[in-house]
């Protein structure tokens, strides 16, 4: 069984009898702190959809997970019925959101971990599939660790830095993505002032990353996202550090609405922008962002989510997309475990160079 001793590591995992995923319900943070046991394939697609786990990397180890937790209680003896149980199962869970590639990357290694072991008993199979899962959760511990030591690199002290989103140690398995920097600089004792959009209309930034900083002891002030202006143009940023969902082969990279707005405010006021990324969060079928799906979400989050009462009008009609897409000209750097990529990224980012 894979140990991880970083107290920030828990935000999913296998119980200890392997029939869960235990996950910290993120839909109830910064308020309530509540890990939840999730078995039935229903509930486990429902906890990707409704977002008690998010985050792209987070999400890929959560699907794992959940394909090994459904896989062991098929009850199937004839290899052939239990691979078409799996991708059936995968298909369903890989559903559940549209846009971050980690989910159907993780879930087709897993398919093809099962198609590899078509002469193995399947009590072996499922083994090895708690087994790859488990490998799975440990590489993207190493990856964060490794993205994070390339982004510090990048940082000042006494910086300002703007974040949007969450891409922290809940997003991911330990470290994250772009607060993985943050941390490790505010680690070794490097003095940094870090400014956090709250995004709407779910408030990852103000329910997720400020509380992720601020229980970490690093300076942290919220701002709506209309303020990401007014903080720039006041010299207060010396770099944008954000993650991302899915990287096109041409650097085009969907992450959180807003964030492209972000990235073209980076540019009018010079300010570096940063993707941070493992590797797999590169696409290597996706020619552009153009190929991107966005998902679309329930108008409600735009309405009533977080209010007392509803904040418009009934029957006013809301567009709710769930990201958006930087275009790789407005990136200063692509930051993966391999290093710092840049422009040209078709060449940076390919499979051989990075």
Do not use: W
């Amino acid at each position: 069984m894979l140990e991880i001793t970083h107290n920030n590591a828990i935000n999913v995992r296998l119980s200890e009898d392997g029939s869960a995923v235990i996950i910290l319900d993120q839909t109830l943070l910064p308020g309530q702190r509540e890990f939840i046991h999730l078995r039935q394939a229903g509930e486990l697609h429902e906890a990707i959809a409704s977002l008690r786990v998010r985050g792209a990397p987070a999400i890929g180890i959560f699907a794992a997970f959940a394909l090994y937790v459904i896989a062991r209680d098929l009850g199937l003896d004839n290899f052939e019925d239990f691979r078409s149980a799996v991708r059936k199962y995968s298909a369903m869970l890989n559903s559940s959101r549209p846009t971050a590639v980690n989910l159907s990357t993780q879930l087709q290694r897993m398919e093809s971990l099962v198609d590899s072991l078509s002469a193995e008993p399947i009590s072996r199979i499922i083994e090895a599939m708690r087994l790859e899962a488990e490998a799975i959760q440990l590489e993207d511990i190493h990856m964060c660790r490794a993205i994070s030591e390339h982004g510090l690199s990048l940082i000042g002290d006494g910086f300002g830095i703007m974040t949007h989103c969450n891409a922290g140690p809940l997003a991911t398995s330990l470290y994250g993505t772009a607060l993985g920097p943050i941390l490790l600089a505010h680690e070794s004792g490097m003095s940094l002032q870090v400014y956090c959009c709250e995004t709407r209309p779910l408030l990852q930034g103000a329910r997720l990353t400020s509380y992720e900083l601020h229980n970490a002891g690093v300076d942290v002030t919220l701002i709506c996202d209309n303020m990401a202006s007014i903080v720039m143009s006041e010299g207060k940023i010396g770099a944008i550090f954000v993650g991302c969902d899915r990287v096109a082969r041409n650097g085009d990279t969907a992450n959180k609405i807003g964030t492209s707005g972000l990235a073209i405010l980076a540019r009018h006021y010079g300010v570096p922008f940063y993707v941070c990324c493992p590797s797999s969060t590169i696409d290597p079928n996706c020619p552009t962002g153009a190929d991107i799906e966005i998902e679309l979400r329930d108008p409600m989050e735009i309405k009533e989510m977080y209010f007392e009462r509803t904040v418009a009008p009934d029957g006013v009609k809301c567009y709710n997309p769930a990201f958006d897409v930087t275009d790789n000209s407005l990136i200063t750097a692509i930051i993966t475990e391999h290093g710092i990529c840049r422009a040209p990224y078709t060449q940076s980012l390919s499979r051989k160079d990075i």
